[in-house]
């Protein structure tokens, strides 16, 4: 069931100068996952309410209330003009025949290029501010994004980081980040 998680003070702006109250909104997806949308309540009698696509997907509902509480007003009116965007036409699809019979041969095509892992957080900064602060900032985060801080990192303790689990990421970065911290 969904359910309003934040309703955001003000009132946006449309760029036809319609106003409208934000209010942030999740439900649980499939298995454990949270979906959290943003739904526009018009302000103006006769219009009609708009939400945006999914905008997060977040591993627990705190997390999402976290997602939530971080949205700025420009964060805000970038879904509203998303959400009152009319859709791209498509264009028919054609009938036509393959040129091939299949896909190239994996030997053929060269291979994606090497992509070093992007961290959107420096655990051992975020732990010199508190463990607490730590431990919250990774747990709003996804495994993929968990992944991508041991592998930026190097986090030791891990036999496959790509094929760890969210607690098996979480404690590793802890241990590193305690040890650092103790070197100091």
């Known amino acids: 069931m969904s359910e309003v998680l934040i309703e955001y003070e003000g009132v946006l702006t449309g760029d036809d100068g319609s106003g409208w109250v934000a209010r942030a909104c999740g439900k649980l997806g499939k298995g454990t996952v949270w979906d959290g949308w943003i739904e526009f309540v018009p302000v103006n009698a006769g219009a009609r309410p708009v939400r945006s696509r999914r905008e997060t997907t977040q591993p627990s ?3 999402l209330v976290y997602w939530a509480t971080g949205l700025t007003p420009v964060y805000l009116k970038g879904a509203l003009d998303r959400a009152l965007e009319k859709p791209v036409p498509r ?3 054609r009938r036509a025949e393959t040129l091939f019979d299949g896909p190239a041969p994996h030997d053929a095509t060269p291979g994606p290029p090497h992509l070093v892992p992007h961290a959107i957080l420096d655990p051992f900064d975020v732990h010199a501010q508190g463990e607490d602060i ?3 900032q ?3 985060l996804d ?3 968990l992944r ?3 592998l930026a ?3 030791g303790g891990l ?4 094929r760890a689990t969210r607690t098996e990421l979480t404690k590793a970065i802890l241990v590193a980040t305690r040890a650092a911290a103790a070197r100091v």
């Open 138 to 140: 990774l747990d709003a």
């Open 153 to 155: 990192y190097e986090i």
């Open 159 to 162: 036999r496959d980081p790509r």
């Open 91 to 93: 264009r028919a699809t």
């Open 61 to 63: 509902r705190e997390s």
């Open 143 to 145: 495994v993929p994004r």
């Open 148 to 150: 991508d801080i041991a």
């Open 134 to 136: 730590l431990i919250g």
